[in-house]
Structure formats: C-alpha cells, structure tokens
T-cell receptor, first 108, second 113 residues
Framework: RKEVEQDPGPFNVPEGATVAFNCTYSNSASQSFFWYRQDCRKEPKLLMSVYSSGNEDGRFTAQLNRASQYISLLIRDSKLSDSATYLCVVLNDYKLSFGAGTTVTVRA | NAGVTQTPKFRILKIGQSMTLQCTQDMNHNYMYWYRQDPGMGLKLIYYSVGAGITDKGEVPNGYNVSRSTTEDFPLRLELAAPSQTSVYFC????????????FGPGTRLTVL
C-alpha cells in the first residue's frame, strides 16, 4: 500500500466554483501534514500546513481526520491561477512522503 | 537569499556515463533531500541528510551516491547512467519551524539515452 494516496483527477471546474479533494495516508504515527502546489514542470511549493483543528488560508481550507487517516483540501471561489497539481504530503520522522498529486484545472 | 539552487537545469547522458548533480542552499538548513519525479508520479526520496557528514538512504537509492561535507552542499552522483534514471531531480532543504517548510530547488531534467 502506498504511504500517501490521492485521487489524480483531473478536476475541471469553472471560475468561481468550489472544488474539494482528499488524500489518505497509511502510517497512523505520521506527525505533520501539508499541501504543496506544483505547477507544470516546476518545483513544488508549500501551500499550507494542515493542523488537527483544521485551518484556513484565504480561499483554501484544509482538514485532517486522524481517526480515518485522511486529509482534505477545499478551494473556494476558484481562480484561473489555481490551476495546478496539488500534492498531499506527510511527515514521518525526518522524511516527507508525497502523494502523486491531484490535478485541478480552472476554466474561464 | 538565493534559496536552493541546482545545476545543471538540463542534461542528456549516454548509458554508462557518470555525472554529479549539484545542490546548494544558503539558508543554513540542516536537513537536505534528493527526490526524483517521473512523469505523472509523486516525488520519491533518493537520499537525505540531517546534517554535515550524515547521509542516509531513502526509498530509491540504487544507482546513486551522495555526500555532505558542508551544511550548504549536497551533491548527487550517478555512476553508471541507465535509461531508468531519466527523470526530474529535485533537491530540497528543510527548516524546523512551526510550518516545517521544505524548500525545493528548480530541478534538473535528466535524460539518459
């Protein structure tokens, strides 16, 4: 079983729509959780950390469910610039494990 | 700060050739990592280092070697290039702050023919 699994998508949504997707992780002892954003052929960049109580950063909301071992990301009022691949990332000891990514395309 | 820099940006190798991918960070981070990303796949950890003089294998270390003689530099060596090593290679460094942010270099696109 992969350490981090994501729905690859693609999610194709109109501007202004809300889009949400999840990832699951296999190691119940995982310590920290993140969403990274990766644009085509570029390096990943941290979008936001995910805290146990859930957290928001502008139009982005992240949730963590430790009991079910899943993490979610919700994007409200989608912009064209939100088109990217979103990577679910889990920290175990010194190492980050990456999901394969969920591709989101926002259309005009 | 320049952040994490990688050279070269692109490289084509013939089977059996060797090369070193360079990675430098100027943020004084102790943790550094090498990943590879194949098309449509997630990042896979090749090697990592928790400080100068300390390195350890990741998920896919075969065919690679690393060294960490200074905090700033973490080169990745390919000794006998194989087509299976065609990939995009990312170096990263990490800071232990509340966000536990990992910073990536721009990547090296390697093709082995």
């Amino acid at each position: 079983r992969k350490e981090v699994e994501q729905d690859p998508g693609p999610f194709n949504v109109p501007e202004g729509a809300t889009v949400a997707f999840n990832c699951t992780y296999s190691n119940s002892a995982s310590q920290s959780f993140f969403w990274y954003r990766q644009d085509c052929r570029k390096e990943p960049k941290l979008l936001m950390s995910v805290y146990s109580s859930g957290n928001e950063d502008g139009r982005f909301t992240a949730q963590l469910n430790r009991a079910s071992q899943y993490i979610s990301l919700l994007i409200r009022d989608s912009k064209l610039s939100d088109s990217a691949t979103y990577l679910c990332v889990v920290l175990n000891d010194y190492k980050l494990s990456f999901g394969a990514g969920t591709t989101v395309t926002v259309r005009a | 700060n320049a952040g994490v820099t990688q050279t070269p940006k692109f490289r084509i190798l013939k089977i059996g050739q060797s090369m070193t991918l360079q990675c430098t960070q100027d943020m004084n981070h102790n943790y550094m990592y090498w990943y590879r990303q194949d098309p449509g796949m997630g990042l896979k950890l090749i090697y990592y280092s928790v400080g100068a003089g300390i390195t350890d294998k990741g998920e896919v270390p075969n065919g690679y070697n690393v060294s960490r003689s200074t905090t700033e530099d973490f080169p990745l060596r390919l000794e006998l290039a194989a087509p299976s090593q065609t990939s995009v290679y990312f170096c990263a460094s990490r800071v232990r702050d509340r966000a536990d942010t990992q910073y990536f270099g721009p990547g090296t696109r390697l093709t082995v023919l």
